[in-house]
């Protein structure tokens, strides 16, 4: 997705936790004509989890038929985006000729590397009836030297993402490793990325990383003794045996992975430099970023 300010941040709420919490953010809903966006990732209080900058729950929406998600081409530098859907469907268009639906339990990683546009969309045979999104949109910050690597597009399908069970809790490892599974999806540091279901009741403790925060989708869930509520971010100690229990049914996502230095992030834009920024800025401006085959009419522009 693009965003229509400058600033990534969105306003929450925030705590301190204790134990193996070390802090929960609560993100508010910003509606985006039609459906609502809860950003915990970046916050005052919270820049990066890991390698992670930017973490966007959309959803879930419903929409009417003629009507959905519609995001105009806009540019990217220095980043890897991350679409992953749990409802629905989006149409990935890029610069590099990439075009990609993705649907739910799917992978989308795009690298920006030194620059790509991209747009999403629905195909029209989906918005030509009423219809459903529901998904988390990520950003992982790339190490300084991949900053500037060749743009890429990668696509893995439901059926390639590893799948496991935890006593009784269904696990999917979307990036990284975890529970004796490697996922396929490409990564450029240590990340962390999955997803469980946990049903009332059931509990599951989660795998170490440098740095890890847990996320709840939907339902009720305690960490250790303390209560997490829906939609709800708590930053996890990096002790090992830190443990999630489902007071109802649950669906929770765990993000980490390495600490990255402090990046700069304006609009659309992430780097290790300021510079690198206002240079995309200005080439934004300039029309000097690539068209995306077969979007070509329509650009968002620089806020």
């Not at 508010?28 to 966006?37: E, I």
């Not at 209560?227 to 929770?252: F, Q």
Request: hydrophobic fraction near 40%; charge should be negative; glycine fraction near 8%.
């Amino acid at each position: 997705m693009s965003l229509n300010t400058p600033s990534t941040e969105l306003p929450c709420e925030h705590q301190s936790g204790c134990g193996a919490i070390e802090r929960v953010v609560t993100p508010k809903d910003k509606d985006l004509g039609g459906f609502s966006v809860r950003r915990t990732l970046p916050t005052r209080e919270l820049r990066s989890v890991g390698p992670w900058v930017f973490f966007d729950h959309m959803g879930p929406a419903s929409f009417a038929a003629g009507t959905g998600i519609n995001v105009r081409p806009h540019p990217h530098i220095n980043l890897a985006t991350v679409t992953y859907l749990f409802e629905g469907e989006i149409l990935h268009r890029d610069s590099l000729g990439s075009l990609q639906p993705i649907q739910p339990g799917d992978v989308n990683l795009m690298v920006a590397g030194r620059g790509i546009v991209h747009s999403e969309r629905e195909r029209p045979e989906v918005t030509a009836q009423p219809h459903g999104l529901h998904g988390l949109q990520l950003w992982l910050a790339l190490p300084e030297a991949d900053e500037e690597t060749q743009p890429a597009f990668y696509h893995y399908p439901a059926k390639s993402i590893p799948q496991t069970q935890v006593g009784k809790v269904p696990v999917r490892v979307i990036m990284g490793e975890a529970y004796g599974q490697r996922s396929p999806v490409k990564t450029f540091a240590e990340t962390l990325y999955l997803e469980a279901r946990l049903s009332a009741g059931q509990s599951l403790t989660l795998p170490v990383a440098q740095q890890r925060a847990l996320y709840l989708v939907s339902g009720g869930v305690k960490v250790g003794e303390t209560e997490l509520s829906e939609h709800a971010m708590a930053v996890l100690a990096p002790e090992a045996g830190v443990t999630v229990t489902a007071e109802t049914d649950s669906l929770v996502a765990l993000i980490g992975g390495e600490a990255m230095p402090p990046r700069y992030m304006e609009w659309n834009f992430v780097s290790s430099s300021k510079d690198r920024i206002a240079q995309a800025k200005a080439d934004w401006q300039a029309g000097r970023f690539p068209l995306v085959p077969g979007d070509e009419e329509e650009q968002i522009p620089l806020p």
